[in-house]
């Protein structure tokens, strides 16, 4: 079942940013030379909540530079914006460059709801991607540490990420750490 969207809704965003500029910084596992943070991510940069007429500002372009990303019409991005919307667990970060208008960098912290450990959540990181011309300026950095701050804010007791052989040591400089348990998957297409 489709959710209404309505062409008013341009400007919402999936969370309020306003979260991520509260988090402490200072908390941070890593060092920014030259410093960033969420509310000033570099020159001409802004990092913010996913918008809903970010599909129009390269966001699925940045997705496919990762996996993916398939067909999706603007209709079917509006849908699956209003039901994470819905939900309330998703936080998908983007780093705009608005000086011309594109989405240069993401990641995503899904928080699961969870009985155990006194009826806590579970953070995961997914989507981790940085447009190629905008690596080495930390942007990733910037991301991890603010999903990671988040997820502590929220209460989450531990969070995860999934990541190639490749990727495993740039995420260990973060503090992940391989886990003993065996990550299993089903798909059931590509």
Do not use: W
Not at 85 to 112: C, F, M, P, R, W
């Amino acid at each position: 079942m489709a959710l209404q969207t309505d062409e008013s809704d341009l400007d919402v965003n999936l969370f309020d940013s306003a979260l991520l500029y509260s988090l402490d910084m200072s908390q941070c596992t890593c060092s920014f030379n030259p410093a960033i943070k969420p509310e000033s991510p570099g020159d001409g940069l802004v990092m913010r909540s996913l918008q809903i007429n970010d599909y129009d500002k390269g966001y699925l372009q940045l997705l496919a530079q990762l996996t993916v990303v398939g067909e999706v019409s603007r209709s079917r991005f509006q849908d699956q914006f209003h039901a994470m919307k819905q939900s309330g667990n998703h936080y998908v970060v983007v780093v705009e460059d608005v000086t011309i208008g594109q989405i240069v960098s993401t990641a995503t912290l899904l928080v699961e709801h969870k009985f155990i450990h006194s009826a806590s959540q579970l953070g995961r990181v997914e989507d981790v991607v940085v447009d190629e011309k905008y690596r080495g300026r930390q942007l990733a950095k910037l991301l991890l540490e603010s999903l990671r701050l988040l997820s502590i804010k929220l209460g989450c007791y531990k969070v995860s990420l999934n990541c190639e052989e490749r990727n495993k040591s740039f995420y260990e400089k973060f503090g992940f750490k391989h886990s003993s348990t065996l990550f299993l998957q089903m798909r059931f297409f590509e």
